[in-house]
């Protein structure tokens, strides 16, 4: 505990990021307008890679701007980080927390573990929220099982994710697919209505590589962002005319916390955000501006914030089965660090059902799939599962 203590000291007043106790991670910068202030980042999805866009978000903030960043992780059974993983230590980073960025989906924890989520909302935290954190839990039994994205109970109709973020996973009255993941990339841009809204300074257009949601916001929000689908996967002009634009992210000033109570706090969501869609710049731009406005810093918004990557970032592509494993939090810290590591391990090459996935997400993506080919070449041989894919 004596040697614990010392390497906090140590890491703290270096201005380093560090693994903290229980698989977290602190990104702590030491000079900006953030110093003081401590922002917790929850990543914690089973398939756009929240555990790559977070960390990277939280260099950003912390790095650039002087905040205490903590990044929690679901983590598997050997404490490295998996999406969607049912343990998700360190909940109770948010006790002191000024703001929370919420990427999360389908979640499924112990209540000790969400406890401290609640209390969060409890005391109307502000929040961020991205892509499927509308969705945020599925499963849960017990206590909070009104906290799942289908529950129907009048007392919290939707769950956390639509009392908090207005939309849970539901077509009539929330989200659902518009753009074909891995085919159909979008551009987002901002919504003419926002015009002069700070989160929206400098942001002039988004490429996202995630597929686009039709999200319904709520009665009570400010739409923010529309977005526009493409007949291309990689950024172009070439507009799908027959899919309208639809709302992509919106603000709101309160939220139904899991007691039934109304929270007056700032509120952001953006149906972007896989670990892909931080290549485009505003897309970074956005998601920075939009903790310092729900954090309530956001006279610090300018239109020229330096929002460039701290250290290497190579984002891999977002699906669900295949990802990176074996990757702990600790590989993960100082400024210079790659998200996520060159030679991490690629998890799920050995369920068939996995694999037969695959060729939708490899059609475009030719990195990956020299990768994939360089450590599995049996995959792609004659007579593979793989043979001819990407080709």
Not at 203 to 228: C, F, M, N, R
Not at 325 to 344: C, F, H, R, Y
Not at 353 to 371: A, D, M, T, W
Request: hydrophobic share 35%.
């Amino acid at each position: 505990m004596k040697l614990a203590k010392v390497y906090l000291m140590i890491a703290t007043i270096a201005g380093l990021a560090f693994p903290a106790l229980a698989g977290t991670l602190i990104y702590e910068g030491d000079k900006g307008f953030g110093k003081g202030k401590h922002i917790v980042f929850i990543a914690n999805d089973h398939e756009y890679r929240s555990e790559e866009t977070s960390p990277a978000l939280a260099k950003i903030l912390a790095k650039r701007y002087g905040f205490k960043c903590t990044v929690i992780f679901g983590l598997d059974e050997n404490g490295a980080i998996k999406g969607g993983g049912q343990d998700m230590p360190g909940t109770e980073a948010l006790k002191d927390a000024d703001m929370l960025f919420f990427y999360t989906r389908f979640m499924n924890l112990p209540d000790s573990q969400v406890d401290p989520i609640v209390e969060y909302f409890e005391r109307g935290g502000p929040v961020v929220g991205v892509r499927t954190s509308t969705h945020c839990f599925n499963g849960q039994k017990g206590k909070w099982a009104k906290l799942n994205f289908n529950y129907t109970g009048d007392d919290y109709m939707g769950g956390l994710g639509e009392q908090i973020f207005g939309n849970t996973w539901h077509k009539e009255r929330g989200q659902s697919h518009y753009g074909s993941n891995h085919v159909m990339g979008c551009r987002i841009t901002p919504d003419a209505s926002a015009k002069g809204h700070p989160i929206l300074k400098g942001v002039k257009s988004i490429h996202a590589y995630s597929g686009a949601y039709k999200s319904q916001p709520p009665a009570d929000a400010t739409p923010l962002l529309e977005v526009q689908v493409l007949n291309t996967f990689h950024a172009s002009n070439d507009i799908n005319t027959e899919k309208p634009i639809v709302n992509a992210g919106w603000t709101r000033e309160h939220y139904v916390a899991p007691s039934g109570k109304r929270k007056k706090a700032r509120v952001v969501y953006a149906s972007y955000g896989a670990s892909e869609d931080l290549l485009s710049e505003d897309g970074r731009r956005f998601l920075v501006n939009a903790c310092l406005w729900a954090g309530g810093w956001e006279k610090n918004i300018k239109s020229n914030l330096n929002v460039d990557v701290v250290g290497e970032y190579a984002p891999s592509a977002y699906n669900n089965g295949v990802a990176l494993t074996g990757v702990m939090p600790e590989e993960l810290e100082g400024w210079d660090s790659q998200i996520m590591p060159t030679m991490a391990k690629i998890g799920g090459l050995s369920d068939p059902k996995q694999v037969q996935r695959l060729p939708r997400v490899l059609k475009n993506r030719p990195e990956l799939r020299q990768l994939i080919q360089g450590r599995h070449p049996e995959l792609f041989a004659p007579g593979g599962p793989l043979e001819g894919v990407g080709q």
